[in-house]
C-alpha cells in the first residue's frame, strides 16, 4: 500500500515538473514568436480622443470632430465606424498615409436622454488591435433647465 502511494506521489512530483516545463518553454516561444512576427501598423494618434461636449437640453444636436494622425509606419485604412444610434459618424475615407491627418465628425443627437451620457466611438481599422476607441459625455438636462 505504501508502495502506492509513493509511486503516485513520484508520478505527480514529475508531472508538474514536467507542466511547469512546458508552461515556461511555451512562454518562451510565444514571446520569441512575437519577437519574429513583429509587424509594423498604422497608428491612430489623437488631437483630442475624448470630448466633454458639457450641459444641453435634451433633444440638441451636437457635432463634434475627433482630429488624428496616422503616426504609424504603415497606411490607415478605417473600414468602419460604429457608436450609439444617437449619434451620426462620417470619417476621412480611403488612404490614410503615414504622417497625414483624418477626421472623425459625429453628431450626437441628445433625444431621449438625460443626466450624464458617456460613448465609445469604435472605429475599425488596419491597426493593432483592430478596434481604437474614442469617446465624449455630456451632461442632459431635460425640460426648460
Given amino acids: 500500500m505504501k508502495s502506492h502511494f509513493l509511486i503516485a506521489k513520484i508520478v505527480s512530483i514529475i508531472m ?3 507542466l511547469t516545463g512546458m508552461s515556461q518553454s511555451g512562454i518562451i516561444e510565444s514571446a520569441s514568436a512575437t519577437e519574429l512576427t513583429d509587424e ?3 497608428v ?3 488631437v483630442n480622443q475624448y470630448i466633454d461636449l458639457g450641459d444641453m437640453k435634451e433633444g440638441t444636436k451636437v457635432p463634434m470632430i475627433f ?4 503616426t504609424g509606419t504603415e497606411s490607415l485604412f478605417i473600414e468602419h465606424i460604429t457608436a ?3 449619434s451620426d459618424i462620417q470619417w476621412t475615407d480611403g488612404e ?3 504622417g497625414e491627418e483624418g477626421e472623425i465628425h459625429v453628431l450626437f443627437d441628445s433625444t431621449g436622454y438625460e ?5 465609445a466611438v469604435d472605429i475599425i481599422a488596419n491597426t493593432d488591435p ?4 474614442a469617446f465624449f459625455k455630456a451632461q442632459v438636462l431635460k425640460g426648460d433647465n
Fill in 115 to 119: 443626466g450624464e451620457v458617456e460613448k
Fill in 44 to 46: 491612430m494618434t489623437f
Fill in 96 to 98: 490614410i498615409k503615414p
Fill in 40 to 42: 509594423q501598423y498604422p
Fill in 16 to 18: 508538474l515538473f514536467t
Fill in 84 to 86: 450609439c444610434k444617437c
Fill in 130 to 133: 483592430i478596434v481604437v476607441e
Fill in 67 to 70: 482630429r488624428f494622425t496616422n
